[in-house]
């Protein structure tokens, strides 16, 4: 029994409940793999004495015959889930030693289910980004990136460093975040299996907030039946988040059969765009394909205000962000850079331990909620989404499901784009709208592009219908049979 | 109220409304489980909420809900079935939060008014405009050591009603009978304790001026830190008269914050219209808008205890009390009860002057308020009953009155302890009066030319007799034995 660490967390749970293997061995192979692979650079902060004592804790309870639905399953957690007593960092030098003292309930679910916490994975501080590049504790590596090519192809982002670890086989499942399409983009660049549920699905108490309306807690995986193993135990009502949703989690896992028949899955020709690298749109019509010999029915439906996705994303986060942002002030926690007055305090504090995107994002965000600006910009823009989700109500009415790419591109190299925001903001195209209108969306890995990395298929589904999503994308993934391995990875 | 400031160009008039901030009473803050006691050790009631750390969430007080609705009914307001809260924007280190959650365009109260009671006994409606729950800030300490400034959180994040006046008011002292009334009627419903010493209700003052019949209104300034009703006269009588002097000299006031300085009984500017926050309001993205629904607002109408207005009203009607002595009992809501206990089978007029006159003023005196009272309304029922039979005097009942109030001693008991039983047997009398008489020759004389110098007698009876003498048959015995009967 080598190479624990390539277990998927369906196989390690159905091995450990068998006990023909340990969650401490299990953990132990996945360390051995974190620090093999740590020019990977997808962890913030290891915890292996942590995970090591979760796992013993796990085994023993395990050979009792008890545990919960990831009882000993190692996983990664996106560095900006607060967990007590581990520094919690959202990938910002403004944050670089705080400590929690308490848990978000996204992951207190899962210690409660039995999982074991690895470490803490590597982002784009305070998740803006679709690179990894923005984080203060350096970019994350793809492990597409073959050896020795130069500089390195970036993992998507935000949630850049748990796409990378579960990718390169560091841990078989993380958790993200996703407020633009942080978790479908990295996961369509990393060849993994992506899922953001619908806003509301997850409580966001205790994650650092980056676009409270946008911000939706989800999982990375390397199979469906993974992702919706992980995201059953991380999602449910929360009293302490007003916005999340009093509904009971279905059994998505147990319920997966990647039955598509039947199915209407509609295909938005707003999604087309113009200077699309042709393998995305081959890779959509496959997609498109395998449904419709799987017995879907394929339609075409229209998203007529899609175009205006990205400026409404890119007006609604920032304002979201200038404010959330607000209380790092160096006062209470975090970085303080003395100044000569309260004024300069702030002035340096802020303009110390925020980098350029968030320094970025702030200044936008503050612009379009100024007096005088607000209607223009912030006021327009909400109505803009609201015309966005009657979109996709429009066309749900004549669909179950939604099949696109998920990202424009394949993975870009580090560096790329860097100096160019709006081409940056553009690798979100197919993602954000989701966001906007609080839907359920999954990325798939269906296919290799000429360069040789991974590319995404992404499924949109109705509110509260995760169900759905997970099915059709279990369809993709059987169809896709998408089997390469990155090249980037240090075996043992 | 005529009010108006006779300038060298001739008269002005005072255009005024206020904006009341009054702590909610609840024991949890506005979104957050901690505890909102006034006086706690500095930083001990504060949540992670509250001290904004990452990634926490509000979560809305339901209590703090019903309790402004139930301010909101008392002002005959309009309730809005759904408000939104909103972030108000801007830095300071004692808002955590880098933002303080407020209501901005839709307000859980909207129009209401608040009848003030004036000195003739007519009364004045003051428009409510808005009332909206908000937050409060922690406290910045500065000074308290040396070179830094301190912050307590303690106070972050309890709930506050903004009540928001129209600008009705016309006279300085028309500002204190709202003031007062809201805080009667506050204190009525249980929203706010309405203690202006501790903060929980703090006030700023609107104040513009505009010559006698012009309709339109002058460029107002906003006064802050108004915060007893001792200043509040005095902060807007200042700036107004500030404002006239400036116009009369073909200036211009200035839109401005201004603060009121007790110490110098002046108000100076705090910063002007360029120096104005944008606060940059925005829905809260956290909190979803607020709804409430028939059942909760009928339920909180039916709670609502009977409000200064309609007690005072009924006293007048049922108890024949003057408008002035009915409006003085119901001021505070346990005064008002205390008199009905006390008049409950008695002469109510009676009741109410006695504790008018001697309650409140030896609740006065010590420094009690009405919940405090040491003498409980049965007592001062019982000294009330012992004055109607007649066991005994007006003067001694005074005197058991402050025993009582003092020892805590009941009237009767006090009465039959110390022998202040009134004496109305003539044959005990009589020898004091004889004896006097016959010691005051020259006094008898002058009270027989002059019958008011009988009272003489009669005191000096009185006095003889320890005042347990009833005075009428004192009265009686003294113009008998000097033949004037």
Same mark, same amino acid.
């Given at each position: 029994?080598?190479?624990?660490?390539?277990?998927?967390?369906?196989?390690?749970?159905?091995?450990?409940?068998?006990?023909?293997?340990?969650?401490?061995?299990?953990?132990?192979?996945?360390?051995?793999?974190?620090?093999?692979?740590?020019?990977?650079?997808?962890?913030?902060?290891?915890?292996?004495?942590?995970?090591?004592?979760?796992?013993?804790?796990?085994?023993?309870?395990?050979?009792?015959?008890?545990?919960?639905?990831?009882?000993?399953?190692?996983?990664?957690?996106?560095?900006?889930?607060?967990?007590?007593?581990?520094?919690?960092?959202?990938?910002?030098?403004?944050?670089?030693?705080?400590?929690?003292?308490?848990?978000?309930?996204?992951?207190?679910?899962?210690?409660?289910?039995?999982?074991?916490?690895?470490?803490?994975?590597?982002?784009?501080?305070?998740?803006?980004?679709?690179?990894?590049?923005?984080?203060?504790?350096?970019?994350?590596?793809?492990?597409?990136?073959?050896?020795?090519?130069?500089?390195?192809?970036?993992?998507?982002?935000?949630?850049?460093?748990?796409?990378?670890?579960?990718?390169?086989?560091?841990?078989?499942?993380?958790?993200?975040?996703?407020?633009?399409?942080?978790?479908?983009?990295?996961?369509?660049?990393?060849?993994?299996?992506?899922?953001?549920?619908?806003?509301?699905?997850?409580?966001?108490?205790?994650?650092?907030?980056?676009?409270?309306?946008?911000?939706?807690?989800?999982?990375?995986?390397?199979?469906?039946?993974?992702?919706?193993?992980?995201?059953?135990?991380?999602?449910?009502?929360?009293?302490?988040?007003?916005?999340?949703?009093?509904?009971?989690?279905?059994?998505?896992?147990?319920?997966?059969?990647?039955?598509?028949?039947?199915?209407?899955?509609?295909?938005?020709?707003?999604?087309?765009?113009?200077?699309?690298?042709?393998?995305?749109?081959?890779?959509?019509?496959?997609?498109?394909?395998?449904?419709?010999?799987?017995?879907?029915?394929?339609?075409?439906?229209?998203?007529?205000?899609?175009?205006?996705?990205?400026?409404?994303?890119?007006?609604?986060?920032?304002?979201?962000?200038?404010?959330?942002?607000?209380?790092?002030?160096?006062?209470?926690?975090?970085?303080?850079?003395?100044?000569?007055?309260?004024?300069?305090?702030?002035?340096?504090?802020?303009?110390?331990?925020?980098?350029?995107?968030?320094?970025?994002?702030?200044?936008?965000?503050?612009?379009?909620?100024?007096?005088?600006?607000?209607?223009?910009?912030?006021?327009?823009?909400?109505?803009?989404?609201?015309?966005?989700?009657?979109?996709?109500?429009?066309?749900?009415?004549?669909?179950?499901?939604?099949?696109?790419?998920?990202?424009?591109?394949?993975?870009?190299?580090?560096?790329?784009?860097?100096?160019?925001?709006?081409?940056?903001?553009?690798?979100?195209?197919?993602?954000?709208?989701?966001?906007?209108?609080?839907?359920?969306?999954?990325?798939?890995?269906?296919?290799?592009?000429?360069?040789?990395?991974?590319?995404?298929?992404?499924?949109?589904?109705?509110?509260?219908?995760?169900?759905?999503?997970?099915?059709?994308?279990?369809?993709?993934?059987?169809?896709?049979?998408?089997?390469?391995?990155?090249?980037?990875?240090?075996?043992? | 109220?005529?009010?108006?400031?006779?300038?060298?160009?001739?008269?002005?008039?005072?255009?005024?409304?206020?904006?009341?901030?009054?702590?909610?009473?609840?024991?949890?803050?506005?979104?957050?489980?901690?505890?909102?006691?006034?006086?706690?050790?500095?930083?001990?009631?504060?949540?992670?909420?509250?001290?904004?750390?990452?990634?926490?969430?509000?979560?809305?007080?339901?209590?703090?809900?019903?309790?402004?609705?139930?301010?909101?009914?008392?002002?005959?307001?309009?309730?809005?079935?759904?408000?939104?809260?909103?972030?108000?924007?801007?830095?300071?280190?004692?808002?955590?939060?880098?933002?303080?959650?407020?209501?901005?365009?839709?307000?859980?109260?909207?129009?209401?008014?608040?009848?003030?009671?004036?000195?003739?006994?007519?009364?004045?409606?003051?428009?409510?405009?808005?009332?909206?729950?908000?937050?409060?800030?922690?406290?910045?300490?500065?000074?308290?050591?040396?070179?830094?400034?301190?912050?307590?959180?303690?106070?972050?994040?309890?709930?506050?009603?903004?009540?928001?006046?129209?600008?009705?008011?016309?006279?300085?002292?028309?500002?204190?009978?709202?003031?007062?009334?809201?805080?009667?009627?506050?204190?009525?419903?249980?929203?706010?304790?309405?203690?202006?010493?501790?903060?929980?209700?703090?006030?700023?003052?609107?104040?513009?001026?505009?010559?006698?019949?012009?309709?339109?209104?002058?460029?107002?300034?906003?006064?802050?830190?108004?915060?007893?009703?001792?200043?509040?006269?005095?902060?807007?009588?200042?700036?107004?008269?500030?404002?006239?002097?400036?116009?009369?000299?073909?200036?211009?006031?200035?839109?401005?914050?201004?603060?009121?300085?007790?110490?110098?009984?002046?108000?100076?500017?705090?910063?002007?219209?360029?120096?104005?926050?944008?606060?940059?309001?925005?829905?809260?993205?956290?909190?979803?808008?607020?709804?409430?629904?028939?059942?909760?607002?009928?339920?909180?109408?039916?709670?609502?205890?009977?409000?200064?207005? /309609? $007690?005072?009203? #009924?006293? %007048?009607? &049922?108890? =024949?009390?003057?408008?002035?002595?009915?409006?003085? +009992? *119901? !001021?505070?809501?346990?005064?008002?009860?205390?008199?009905?206990?006390?008049?409950?089978?008695?002469?109510?007029?009676?009741?109410?002057?006695?504790?008018?006159?001697?309650?409140?003023?030896?609740?006065?005196?010590?420094?009690?308020?009405?919940?405090?009272?040491?003498?409980?309304?049965?007592?001062?029922?019982?000294?009330?009953?012992?004055?109607?039979?007649?066991?005994?005097?007006?003067?001694?009942?005074?005197?058991?009155?402050?025993?009582?109030?003092?020892?805590?001693?009941?009237?009767?008991?006090?009465?039959? /302890? $110390?022998?202040? #039983?009134? %004496?109305? &047997?003539? =044959?005990?009398?009589?020898?004091?009066?004889?004896? +006097? *008489? !016959?010691?005051?020759?020259?006094?008898?004389?002058?009270?027989?030319?002059?019958?008011?110098?009988?009272?003489?007698?009669?005191?000096?009876?009185?006095?003889?007799?320890?005042?347990?003498?009833?005075?009428?048959?004192?009265?009686?015995?003294?113009?008998?034995?000097?033949?004037?009967?």
């Amino acid at each position: 029994m080598t190479r624990l660490e390539r277990l998927g967390l369906v196989e390690a749970r159905t091995l450990l409940r068998r006990r023909a293997i340990g969650a401490v061995e299990l953990t132990r192979a996945c360390l051995a793999a974190m620090e093999r692979n740590r020019a990977l650079n997808a962890f913030i902060t290891e915890t292996p004495e942590r995970a090591l004592a979760m796992a013993e804790a796990a085994d023993a309870r395990l050979a009792r015959g008890e545990g919960g639905p990831l009882e000993g399953l190692p996983i990664a957690v996106k560095d900006l889930f607060c967990t007590e007593g581990v520094r919690t960092t959202a990938g910002s030098k403004i944050l670089a030693n705080f400590v929690p003292p308490y848990e978000s309930t996204v992951t207190a679910r899962l210690w409660a289910a039995g999982a074991v916490l690895l470490g803490k994975t590597n982002l784009d501080e305070f998740a803006m980004g679709s690179s990894n590049t923005t984080s203060a504790f350096g970019p994350v590596v793809n492990p597409w990136t073959p050896a020795g090519s130069s500089p390195p192809f970036v993992p998507g982002g935000s949630s850049g460093g748990s796409a990378a670890a579960v990718a390169g086989f560091l841990c078989p499942a993380a958790t993200g975040t996703d407020t633009g399409g942080s978790i479908r983009q990295p996961a369509s660049f990393c060849g993994i299996v992506g899922i953001k549920p619908t806003y509301g699905r997850c409580s966001r108490f205790g994650i650092v907030a980056f676009a409270s309306s946008l911000d939706q807690a989800g999982a990375f995986a390397r199979s469906v039946a993974d992702a919706a193993l992980l995201l059953q135990a991380m999602a449910g009502f929360d009293p302490k988040d007003s916005t999340s949703a009093e509904l009971p989690v279905p059994d998505w896992s147990g319920e997966l059969r990647g039955r598509v028949k039947g199915l209407r899955i509609g295909i938005p020709k707003e999604y087309r765009l113009d200077g699309m690298p042709s393998e995305i749109e081959t890779l959509w019509a496959r997609g498109a394909d395998w449904l419709r010999a799987q017995g879907a029915e394929l339609v075409e439906v229209s998203l007529p205000h899609t175009r205006y996705a990205l400026p409404t994303y890119y007006i609604v986060a920032p304002a979201e962000a200038s404010s959330n942002l607000a209380r790092y002030d160096g006062m209470r926690y975090g970085l303080r850079v003395t100044g000569r007055d309260l004024v300069d305090t702030y002035k340096k504090t802020r303009g110390e331990g925020f980098g350029a995107e968030v320094r970025r994002r702030i200044l936008i965000g503050t612009y379009v909620l100024s007096a005088g600006y607000y209607d223009a910009y912030y006021l327009k823009a909400q109505k803009v989404r609201r015309r966005i989700v009657e979109d996709f109500e429009a066309a749900f009415a004549r669909c179950d499901a939604l099949l696109t790419p998920t990202a424009p591109s394949a993975a870009f190299r580090i560096g790329e784009r860097s100096d160019d925001p709006v081409a940056m903001y553009l690798n979100d195209v197919f993602t954000v709208t989701v966001n906007l209108a609080g839907l359920p969306g999954i990325s798939v890995p269906a296919g290799l592009s000429a360069a040789g990395l991974p590319l995404g298929l992404q499924v949109i589904g109705k509110p509260w219908d995760e169900a759905t999503v997970l099915e059709v994308a279990r369809a993709l993934e059987e169809a896709a049979e998408f089997r390469a391995l990155p090249p980037g990875v240090v075996e043992a | 109220m005529a009010w108006t400031i006779a300038g060298r160009t001739g008269e002005w008039e005072l255009v005024c409304g206020l904006e009341v901030h009054a702590q909610v009473i609840s024991k949890a803050k506005l979104f957050s489980a901690a505890a909102t006691e006034f006086g706690a050790e500095p930083n001990s009631r504060v949540s992670p909420v509250d001290a904004g750390m990452p990634g926490m969430l509000p979560v809305l007080n339901g209590f703090c809900v019903e309790q402004a609705v139930k301010t909101g009914l008392a002002l005959e307001a309009e309730i809005n079935r759904v408000s939104i809260f909103e972030r108000k924007n801007y830095f300071y280190p004692d808002l955590p939060q880098g933002y303080q959650i407020s209501q901005y365009q839709q307000p859980i109260v909207g129009r209401g008014r608040i009848l003030i009671d004036l000195p003739d006994g007519t009364s004045r409606a003051i428009g409510i405009t808005r009332l909206h729950l908000e937050q409060d800030a922690g406290k910045s300490l500065h000074g308290a050591r040396e070179g830094v400034t301190l912050i307590d959180l303690n106070r972050c994040g309890v709930a506050l009603m903004e009540i928001v006046s129209e600008p009705d008011i016309r006279a300085p002292e028309e500002a204190v009978l709202y003031l007062k009334k809201l805080r009667s009627i506050l204190r009525y419903v249980g929203t706010c304790d309405g203690n202006m010493e501790e903060g929980s209700l703090r006030c700023d003052a609107n104040v513009s001026v505009r010559r006698v019949g012009d309709p339109r209104f002058g460029t107002r300034c906003e006064i802050k830190n108004v915060n007893s009703m001792r200043f509040v006269a005095k902060a807007i009588e200042y700036e107004a008269r500030r404002q006239v002097d400036i116009l009369e000299s073909g200036g211009v006031v200035e839109q401005e914050t201004r603060l009121f300085d007790a110490a110098r009984g002046e108000t100076r500017s705090m910063r002007g219209k360029e120096e104005a926050h944008d606060y940059r309001y925005f829905p809260d993205p956290d909190l979803l808008p607020l709804e409430l629904d028939e059942a909760l607002i009928e339920r909180l109408r039916a709670e609502l205890p009977e409000l200064p207005d /309609a $007690k005072r009203a #009924r006293f %007048v009607s &049922d108890y =024949g009390l003057s408008a002035y002595d009915a409006g003085v +009992l *119901v !001021a505070e809501r346990a005064a008002a009860d205390y008199f009905e206990a006390v008049a409950k089978g008695r002469d109510a007029k009676f009741a109410a002057n006695w504790v008018i006159n001697e309650l409140f003023g030896a609740l006065a005196r010590r420094g009690l308020e009405i919940e405090a009272c040491p003498l409980p309304a049965e007592a001062l029922g019982e000294i009330l009953d012992l004055l109607a039979e007649g066991t005994i005097s007006g003067k001694i009942a005074k005197e058991v009155f402050q025993e009582a109030f003092d020892s805590g001693a009941r009237p009767r008991a006090i009465v039959e /302890a $110390k022998g202040l #039983r009134q %004496v109305t &047997d003539a =044959g005990a009398i009589e020898p004091v009066v004889a004896k +006097l *008489v !016959a010691d005051n020759p020259q006094q008898a004389e002058n009270a027989r030319k002059n019958p008011k110098i009988v009272g003489w007698f009669v005191g000096q009876v009185m006095k003889a007799t320890g005042g347990k003498a009833n005075p009428a048959l004192v009265n009686e015995l003294v113009k008998k034995a000097l033949g004037l009967g």
